[in-house]
């Protein structure tokens, strides 16, 4: 049990805090009046992504990538095992995000907490719905046997929009995984092969998180912007432009700034649409 003292104490960071977002906010709302956000973007423009090449997991596919200060890791691990109960004919997809305490003073060691259960959710939610990896096709035996494939994303540096970097870095890393081949002997007895095969994915699902404040939309928020909002949202947009999966995480929009934000949100995928195809090049060219 916390001590007088440490109540005490935390009272006190939270007031401060408090106190802090109010005078952000403050400033804030001076500078989206005059038509441009603290770090000098513009409304609805993202901060510069970088997937950086390289090894650094042991998995079957991985991905390195920064969004303006915000650096996630993401690997793509596979084994194989029965089917759930409730989808005897598909593959499964586990997802996991792990905030490291070295990525913020806010994240703590331990189990998962509510944060990191909503991005793994939010993650999880958009590759489902979009259908991004196709869960039939890494079935061995129908109700037996099928491809487990396990998400694992880390948290590196946290300056805002994770949810965003997590799914493209997923996207990516799924993109680039291999998966070893699995052979049926005449008894049914599986056995794993040297041959690798591709995750079989489709046109990539992206996340879109959106920030209100005052009475100002932003795309791409930093960490500052997420704490002075006073909503915030994030849709996933599929290959079609449509929105397959929406996560109001703050406050509440109205109906005609939610159409504004998919209309935005799907003029952006395109253009990132080039990103993500130049990084999955130079990945396969160095393969």
């Given at each position: 049990?916390?001590?007088?003292?440490?109540?005490?104490?935390?009272?006190?960071?939270?007031?401060?805090?408090?106190?802090?977002?109010?005078?952000?906010?403050?400033?804030?709302?001076?500078?989206?009046?005059?038509?441009?956000?603290?770090?000098?973007?513009?409304?609805?423009?993202?901060?510069?992504?970088?997937v950086r090449p390289g090894s650094y997991t042991k998995s079957c596919g991985e991905a390195w990538l920064s969004l303006?200060?915000?650096?996630?890791?993401?690997?793509?691990?596979?084994?194989?095992?029965?089917?759930?109960?409730?989808?005897?004919?598909?593959?499964?997809?586990?997802?996991?995000?792990?905030?490291?305490?070295?990525?913020?003073?806010?994240?703590?060691?331990?189990?998962?907490?509510?944060?990191?259960?909503?991005?793994?959710?939010i993650v999880d939610r958009a590759l489902r719905s979009s259908k991004y990896v196709d869960l039939d096709k890494l079935?061995?035996?129908?109700?037996?046997?099928?491809?487990?494939?396990?998400?694992?994303?880390?948290?590196?540096?946290?300056?805002?929009?994770?949810?965003?970097?997590?799914?493209?870095?997923?996207?990516?890393?799924?993109?680039?995984?291999?998966?070893?081949?699995?052979?049926?002997?005449?008894?049914?007895?599986?056995?794993?092969?040297?041959?690798?095969?591709?995750?079989?994915?489709?046109?990539?699902?992206?996340?879109?998180?959106?920030?209100?404040?005052?009475?100002?939309?932003?795309?791409?928020?930093?960490?500052?912007?997420?704490?002075?909002?006073?909503?915030m949202i994030t849709m996933a947009i599929d290959g079609q432009g449509r929105i397959c999966s929406i996560q109001l995480?703050?406050?509440?929009?109205?109906?005609?700034?939610?159409?504004?934000?998919?209309?935005?949100?799907?003029?952006?995928?395109?253009?990132?649409?080039?990103?993500?195809?130049?990084?999955?090049?130079?990945?396969?060219?160095?393969?």
């Amino acid at each position: 049990m916390c001590s007088w003292k440490e109540k005490l104490w935390e009272g006190v960071k939270l007031y401060e805090e408090s106190i802090g977002s109010s005078l952000m906010k403050e400033y804030m709302l001076k500078e989206l009046k005059n038509g441009k956000r603290v770090d000098g973007r513009s409304f609805y423009e993202m901060r510069e992504i970088e997937v950086r090449p390289g090894s650094y997991t042991k998995s079957c596919g991985e991905a390195w990538l920064s969004l303006g200060g915000t650096k996630v890791l993401v690997g793509v691990s596979a084994d194989i095992g029965e089917p759930f109960p409730d989808t005897p004919e598909k593959g499964v997809m586990v997802s996991n995000v792990e905030l490291l305490p070295l990525a913020s003073p806010s994240f703590e060691p331990g189990p998962p907490d509510e944060n990191s259960i909503e991005l793994a959710r939010i993650v999880d939610r958009a590759l489902r719905s979009s259908k991004y990896v196709d869960l039939d096709k890494l079935v061995i035996v129908p109700g037996k046997l099928v491809y487990l494939l396990f998400l694992d994303m880390y948290v590196l540096d946290h300056k805002g929009n994770l949810a965003d970097a997590l799914t493209l870095a997923t996207v990516i890393a799924l993109a680039k995984s291999k998966i070893p081949k699995v052979s049926l002997s005449s008894d049914g007895t599986p056995a794993v092969m040297n041959e690798q095969i591709s995750v079989p994915v489709s046109d990539p699902v992206m996340n879109f998180t959106f920030v209100k404040i005052g009475d100002y939309i932003l795309l791409d928020p930093n960490l500052d912007e997420e704490i002075a909002s006073d909503a915030m949202i994030t849709m996933a947009i599929d290959g079609q432009g449509r929105i397959c999966s929406i996560q109001l995480r703050k406050g509440f929009f109205r109906d005609v700034e939610i159409k504004k934000m998919y209309e935005i949100a799907r003029e952006k995928r395109k253009e990132l649409m080039s990103v993500l195809e130049e990084v999955l090049r130079v990945g396969q060219e160095t393969a």
